[in-house]
């Protein structure tokens, strides 16, 4: 069984405080790694999609990294509206996507 | 932009009753998925439909629900016999997949409450 785990649950940065959102997975075969960011009441906006170890994304002040057990998701001095949670999905051998529980990040400007 | 529809965005029901969700994918989409997300959990996987016929489903799509893409546009899911647990946000997606690398448009979701 696939499993996706997104740490940590919550984050809060102030304004230009860079850090990092951890994804680690188990997947049998991966076919791709997903992030995602939701804002309340909304449906998740496509970020990055990664697909081998090593793979690097960038947009703006976020940048992808994948190794075979997680993904990083890094945050560049960070603006307010950054605020969001950001999901993790896997999607394997089964070809159905996994989602963590995702990150809650707040910064606070 | 091009972006995929959900309607209604709010709906409430009796418990026992029948709801049908409707959304509109984006035009030039081949893959068609249907999640649902309660509320403060994870996003889940309900069922993929590809070339009119189902793909993918999650242990979650029993009986209880079925999918249909009654024309060129609509792409509906309908719950049959509506439960409590049943409540949630139904988020629809479609995705392209252009030289092996697949990207999913989320819509806005619909509400559904059971009452």
Partial sequence: ????????????????????????????????????????????????TLYSAGEEKEKERLKATLTKKESFLHITAPKPEDSATYLCAVSGGSYIPTFGRGTSLIVHP | EPEVTQTPSHQVTQMGQEVILRCVPISN?????????????????????????????SEIFDDQFSV????????????RSTKLEDSAMYFCASSVTIGGKETQYFGPGTRLLVL
């Fill in chain 1, 1 to 48: 069984e696939d499993q996706v785990t997104q740490s940590p649950e919550a984050l809060r940065l102030q304004e230009g405080e860079s850090s990092s959102l951890n994804c680690s997975y188990t997947v049998s075969g991966l076919r791709g790694l997903f992030w995602y960011r939701q804002d309340p009441g909304k449906g998740p906006e496509f970020l990055f």
């Fill in chain 2, 29 to 57: 989409h081949l893959y068609f998925y249907w999640y649902r997300q309660i509320l403060g959990q994870k996003v889940e996987f309900l069922v993929s439909f590809y070339n009119n016929e189902i793909s993918e489903k």
């Fill in chain 2, 68 to 79: 249909e893409r009654p024309d060129g546009s609509n792409f509906t899911l309908k719950i």
